[in-house]
Structures are given as structure tokens and as C-alpha cells.
């Protein structure tokens, strides 16, 4: 069986569920993958060596001069060309982009079934005005009816998915997958190690916050919090996942701010493998995942607000067993009362109120755990979906033939 995994972004790394499934497949004798990429902006981690790479430009929409669409046509005459030849059966798109360039292979191969996975929700009323986004989100609409399956992080996003792309859900099979890492159960602790290379005393309080350093995911909370004063005892610690720039107006008051002697460490090294990146996130005390939606980007409104289960970084947090803590939504109250995974916090003073008291509470590790075990763990949630997957594909259900 040939599988095309098409995923539209310049970044692996960030993908922890994409790292999950492929390492699952790599196990199988009988799978051959072929990811379809753009131009990737860091180095091939370790999960991602041992699979079949073509390059692809990821020309969704069409130019208005005619003779401009002309390499864009040959280059996907020759991706069709490389499906048949191969004899790619399943495709597995991902994100709009993704699933407008699979859907067009659908519509130009026979009997192949296209997936839609899901990370990144359009929604079409903050599009108002927005023609290109207006136009990629046509065009997923409608490639979505051709989907055969649909992988999503929880029930409420795949509500919203539902009503925003018009999907019947009795016409697709549904899966929950969080964006959550794989635990290594052999992998070592070396939070001592990262520690002493961060120069983190060892009675200090460290407060962790990694992934994007962006406004809609809280770096003018944090910095207004470190000019307001953290507590003694407290520093935190920001691990950015693309290059800092000093002509990004938030990284650059961060640079000034650790420059300043403010309790601030900055880091913006990439890590070798996932492992690595876990072990990193054992130096903290408590972990960040803060979402504040803004109108910057049409991805970064309510798809922001509606995170949910597709918060990678509350997962890997979660999967260390470190307290975390999180801005206000509903799915986080209602696993927080059931789990005690942390605090959640509206605002930067009420962040602050909260490092005041944060002694005076109580986590459990075990607890902590035992959330990641049954809410978030990809191979609880993941083994449905492979198993799935590796039917063959004539047991495509009558549903599916309709769509």
C-alpha cells in the first residue's frame, strides 16, 4: 500500500500527531509513504528520515493571466503522473491547502480515497474581505465533499469544521486524534543537564512557555508580566520555535527585556527529535498555553478560541506531568475539575495574583498523567485511525462511494 501524506507547511517539527502516525507506519513492511512538501525551513528530524519526498509548490489558486498557469498545470500533470505510476491508493490532505490539492487529485484519479486532517479552522465570517482566504475557503468547501474520512482533535472542533466547510457528517467517517506527542518510556530525564546548560539555579522557579512567540499566544501577557514584576524566585523561560528577529516588535522588546536583566531566558534552538524537545520541557516548574485571539491572521481568531484538543503544547506540557497553565476555555475548566492539571487565568494580573499563591496549591503528578493517559495519549486515540487506514480499499463502505 502507497500512501501520500500532503502537508503544506515549510515546518515539520511542530506536528506531533503527522510524527506520530508516520513512526507507526514506518513499522509496516507492507506501507510506502510519500510526503508531499513545500520548501521545509529547518533541518529533517529524526521521525521524519526513512520516507519518499517530492517537492511541491502548493499553487491553490489560479493566476488571472492565463499563461502563468501553465507551470502550475505541469506540475500537477506530473504529481497525477506520480500517483499512477506509484499507485498511490489513499491520500491523507492536510489543512485547507492541503486538501485542495488533494482534492483535485481525487477528481482526476480512480478509486483513491482522500482523508482530510484537520489542525487549522477557516471560518467563514472573519474571511470578510479577505479575498485570497475567501478563495481558499471556497475551494476547500468544495473538496471537502470529496472527502472519504475526516481526523480531527475533538468533538467541538469537528462540529465547527462540519458547519463551516457544509460536510454532512453521515456521509464521512470521523476520528479524534489530539495534538499530542508519543510518550518514550526509555527516554531519559535530563532536566538537571538542561538546567545547568540555561544557567537555572537550582531553587529557581521556572515558567515555561514554547511554540510561536506571537500576540495571539500571549507574549504581551508575558512581557507586560515581567515589566510588572515576577515574583522572587520565579524566571521564565521562552523556547521560540521559528528564529527570534529583532524586527518582530515582540521579539524585540523580549531581546531588550533578558538584555535588561529582567528574570528572562530566551531560547530559539531547534532540537534533533521530539525526544529531545520533551526532555528540554522537564526543566520547567509549570508550563504556558496561552491563547489570546487577535485579528492578525484569519487563523488566529476563533480557531484560536475554539483550540481545544489541538493545542500541541498543553499535550507535551501534560506529557511530562508538568502543572500548566492555561487561559480561559471551556474544555480546559472542564478537564482541570476533573484532572487538577494546573490554574487557568484570564489576565496579566490575574497571571501575576496566581505566581503569588502558586505554592499554597497542590498538583499531582499522577493525576497529570493519568489526563494525558486518557484524554490526550495518540496511541490510544491513533490506533483506531491506522487500523482503518490499512484496510484495503475495497471495503469502502457504501457511504463513502456516495460522497
Keep these: 500500500m502507497h500512501l501520500l501524506f500532503i502537508y503544506p507547511h515549510p515546518y515539520y517539527f511542530t506536528n506531533p500527531t503527522l510524527a506520530y502516525l508516520l513512526g507507526e507506519l514506518k513499522k509496516r513492511e507492507e ?78 484519479l480512480n478509486n483513491i480515497e482522500l482523508h482530510y486532517m484537520s489542525f487549522e479552522i477557516l471560518f467563514n465570517r472573519e474571511l470578510v474581505g479577505l479575498k485570497y482566504f475567501g478563495e481558499i475557503k471556497n475551494k476547500e468547501i468544495y473538496y471537502s465533499r470529496l472527502v472519504n474520512t475526516l481526523i480531527v482533535q475533538d468533538e467541538v472542533r469537528a462540529k465547527l469544521l462540519f458547519l463551516e466547510n457544509k460536510i454532512e457528517s453521515d456521509r464521512v467517517n470521523v476520528f479524534y486524534i489530539p495534538v499530542a506527542p508519543i510518550i518514550n518510556q526509555t527516554s531519559k530525564s535530563v532536566t538537571t543537564e538542561y538546567r545547568s546548560k540555561l544557567g537555572i539555579v537550582e531553587d529557581e522557579i521556572v515558567l515555561l512557555h514554547s511554540g510561536s512567540v506571537a500576540k495571539w499566544s500571549g507574549a504581551e501577557l508575558l512581557i507586560n508580566a515581567l515589566k510588572k514584576g515576577l515574583p522572587n524566585k520565579y524566571k521564565l523561560l521562552i523556547h521560540s520555535k521559528h528564529k527570534l528577529s529583532a524586527t518582530n516588535e515582540l521579539h524585540a522588546e523580549l ?49 484560536i478560541e475554539e483550540i481545544g484538543l489541538a493545542s500541541g503544547k498543553f499535550a507535551s506540557y501534560i506529557s511530562q506531568g508538568i502543572p500548566t497553565i492555561v487561559t480561559y476555555a471551556k474544555i480546559y475548566q472542564e478537564l482541570n475539575n476533573k484532572y487538577n492539571f494546573g490554574l487557568l487565568i484570564n489576565s496579566v494580573e490575574e497571571f501575576c495574583k496566581v505566581l503569588d499563591s502558586s505554592q499554597t496549591f497542590v498538583f499531582n503528578n499522577k493525576m497529570i498523567f493519568s489526563l494525558y493517559k ?30
Design 31 to 108: 506501507v510506502t509513504v510519500t510526503l508531499l512538501i513545500p520548501e521545509q525551513k529547518e533541518i529533517l528530524p529524526s521521525e521524519y528520515k526513512g520516507f519518499f519526498y517530492k517537492k511541491f509548490n502548493f499553487s491553490v489558486t489560479w493566476p488571472k493571466k492565463f499563461w502563468k498557469w501553465i507551470p502550475i498545470l505541469i506540475e500537477y500533470a506530473s504529481l497525477i503522473i506520480y500517483c499512477q505510476t506509484n499507485k498511490i491508493s489513499k491520500i491523507i490532505a492536510i489543512d485547507p491547502d492541503g486538501i485542495i490539492v488533494g482534492g483535485r487529485l481525487k477528481k482526476s
Design 374 to 403: 486518557n484524554e490526550l495519549d495518540p496511541e490510544k486515540f491513533g490506533k483506531h485511525y491506522l487500523d482503518y487506514l490499512m484496510r484495503p480499499i475495497e471495503l469502502i463502505t457504501e457511504k463513502q462511494k456516495n460522497v
Design 255 to 303: 531581546i531588550r527585556l533578558q538584555k535588561e536583566g529582567y528574570p528572562l531566558i530566551l531560547h530559539d534552538d531547534s532540537f534533533p527529535d521530539y525526544d529531545d524537545y520533551l526532555n528540554f520541557m522537564k526543566c520547567a516548574n509549570y508550563g504556558l498555553a496561552f491563547y489570546i485571539s487577535d485579528k492578525s491572521s484569519p487563523y488566529t481568531g476563533r480557531n
